[in-house]
């Protein structure tokens, strides 16, 4: 895994925003994966401020998001239709049709993730993942214990998750009780994955994910098993890694030609 380590929360979004860059220069036709929260937003401003300088074009890029509430109508501005729909969709110039998330209100909940299984697999797979962590490891709604394995799907989400989303909600209890989310496995098919974390809350899970055992207990340390996975956070987010400094010094030293 590689591990960058920067001053702020925009130089974490300009970085990471870089690596999708080069993804989408390189295959202007090929699919993103989204993830919400308030960790990408840096990514997705900076991404969006290339598109408008002509920079990048996304209108001929597939995107798909990670996760859904169940329950949750798409009208609702916290639903993940709606949040992808504005910050990503709109403000990167994607074409709608192209852009797809998981079906929190299907009537047959495994017939419609297979669904978006097997939607992944037509784009031809996922070229970059973006990713954010929760303060309990989660990737996706990969809650801990969630199988390594995993496949899209229903989960129960944590008290935790649900504490720490109330801020997007009227009242704690609004937020629903269960997400359809990409699993453990289907992250780990993304040919490039992008973490992104800022802040000192993170800095367990981060410390867990990269330093600690490969565990279920720990969602995110599955990024351990994948080929080519970039964790990108601020100093706040690195409090707790014990190798930070040969973190910083690999990112001092990385050779021109292997960015981004
Ligand atoms: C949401 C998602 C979650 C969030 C995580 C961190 O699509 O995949 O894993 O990335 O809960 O959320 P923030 O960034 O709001 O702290």
Wanted: proline residues 6%.
């Amino acid at each position: 895994m590689e591990i960058v380590i920067l001053p702020d929360s925009a130089e974490v979004g300009r970085v990471a925003a870089s690596v999708i860059a080069d993804v989408v220069a390189r295959k202007p036709d090929g699919a993103l994966g989204l993830a919400t929260g308030s960790s990408p937003l840096a990514i997705y401003d900076e991404l969006a401020r290339r598109a408008a300088a002509g920079e990048l074009d996304f209108s001929r890029m597939r995107g798909f998001a990670l996760d859904e509430y169940v329950g949750l109508d798409y009208a609702h501005p916290e639903s993940y239709h709606a949040v992808i729909d504005r910050t990503v969709t709109k403000p990167l110039g994607m074409d709608p049709e192209l852009v797809s998330v998981p079906d929190g209100l299907a009537q047959d909940v495994p017939a419609a993730c297979a669904a978006y299984e097997a939607a992944i697999d037509a784009a031809g797979g996922i070229d970059v993942q973006i990713l954010g962590i929760g303060a309990n490891g989660h990737i996706g709604f990969n809650e801990p214990t969630s199988s390594l394995a995993s496949r899209t799907r229903i989960k129960t989400l944590t008290p935790k998750t649900r504490a720490d989303n109330a801020r997007f909600f009227d009242s704690p209890e609004a937020v629903p009780t269960h997400c359809v989310t990409q699993g453990l496995g289907t992250i780990l098919r993304a040919r490039r994955l992008v973490l992104v974390a800022q802040g000192e809350a993170k800095a367990e899970a981060i410390a867990a994910a990269v330093e600690g055992p490969v565990s279920a207990s720990c969602p995110a340390s599955v990024l351990q098993l994948h080929e080519h996975a970039t964790v990108v956070i601020d100093e706040g987010a690195a409090s707790r890694l014990h190798n930070a400094d040969y973190y910083r010094y690999t990112w001092a030293n990385k050779p021109e030609w292997q960015r981004y």
